[in-house]
């Protein structure tokens, strides 16, 4: 009877578990365009997440190297979206990402602009120099879903 009871309760646990993670809903990525590709330095983008409250997009990512001494200098993010033929714009950076480790950036919109839920472009360019210097530029489409509230 006490097996019984342990494994009715488990069964309950994994249940609400998984139903729990069906309902979770994030923003998607629904395509991602290499715009320049120098070959010195990657720019993958990893995640994308929407921020319904203030507006804003959330990025993280990474710049991967292809050679030692490689300094990541400058990581520009951009934002669009057009609804209803409006347009709103964002953007802002980082400096120094050491290469391989995460990136990660808080786009808000430009004054009296606010994102939306729906489809936005991203845009992470990253500066990198070694002998010389170059610009990767990645664009993802995207879809923005609100997070939705922690309990």
Known sequence: MRRIAVLTGFLVLAMLTTSAAANAQGSRI???????DPG?????????????????ISVTGTVSCA?????????????????????????????????????????QPDAGGRFLPGRATV???????????T?????????LIPEPPTL
């Open 40 to 56: 010195l330095i990657d720019v993958s983008i990893a995640e994308v997440s929407y921020d319904s409250l203030s507006g804003a």
């Open 30 to 36: 629904l395509s991602v365009t290499r715009l320049s």
């Open 67 to 107: 050679a030692e001494g490689v300094d990541v200098y400058v990581i520009d993010y951009a934002a669009a979206q057009t609804r209803a033929g409006a347009t709103t714009t964002g953007s802002t950076y980082t400096v120094s990402n050491p290469c391989g480790e995460t990136f990660s950036a808080v786009i």
């Open 123 to 133: 845009e992470v360019a990253a500066s990198a120099c070694s002998f010389s210097c």
């Open 135 to 143: 610009v990767e530029v990645v664009r993802a489409e995207v879809l």
